[in-house]
Structure formats: C-alpha cells, structure tokens
C-alpha cells in the first residue's frame, strides 16, 4: 500500500446550499468511483472554494455520504483575479494499491478547463 493524493474540482452554476452539497456529492461520488476507493481507504480530504461560494461547507456532503470517521477540512480558495468562478476543489490522501499513473483526477462541469490535460 501506497499513500496517494487524488485531486477534483466542479465548477457550479450558482451559489445556493443545495446546488452546492449537490455538486460536491457529485464531485465526491466520481473520484471514489473512478478510482475504486473505498471509505476505508480514505486518510483525508481537503476542499476548498472560491470566495464567491459561501452558502455552506464542502465538506457536508462528503459526511452525507458516510465519510464520517476520516478528516474533512474546508478553506477558500485565493481570490486570483480572472480566476474560474465557483468552483469547488478537492484533494484527497488515500491508501491504496494504485501507482501515481493509475490514479484518475476528476474535473467535472466547466471546471475540466483547468486541467485539460488529465480532465474526463
């Protein structure tokens, strides 16, 4: 076993509670999905948003789901002019058998455009 990070984001249409939590769901389901990762596979998971995101915490979602006993931090993004409004990151460590080439990063929505190298 290995630690790896496996990095996310999803841009959202608009700053609303449940469009938020909806989003990062989402954005949660995809990298756990894509990768194989089970809960218990998970050592943590950072979110961050775009300050124009304040309707509630990315991380909530991630709890809905049940990832309840691994730890959770939100933080805002820095605020770059001419940055990609409303978006949602996520970088999460996780053990798993996965070399660095195998694991698959998530960009979901407008939000492939910040990487279009390794977007789905």
Known sequence: MAVRAVRGAIQLDHDDRDHLL???TE???EVMEQNGFAVDDLISMLF???PDLHSEFPALAARELGIVDVPLM???EIDVTGAMPRVVRLLAHVDTLRGKHEIQHVYL???AA????IAQ
């Open 48 to 50: 961050t948003a775009t």
């Open 22 to 24: 909806a989003g990062t």
């Open 74 to 76: 939100c933080a805002q």
């Open 114 to 117: 910040l990487r279009k190298d």
């Open 109 to 111: 929505g407008g939000a």
């Open 27 to 29: 954005l949660v389901k």
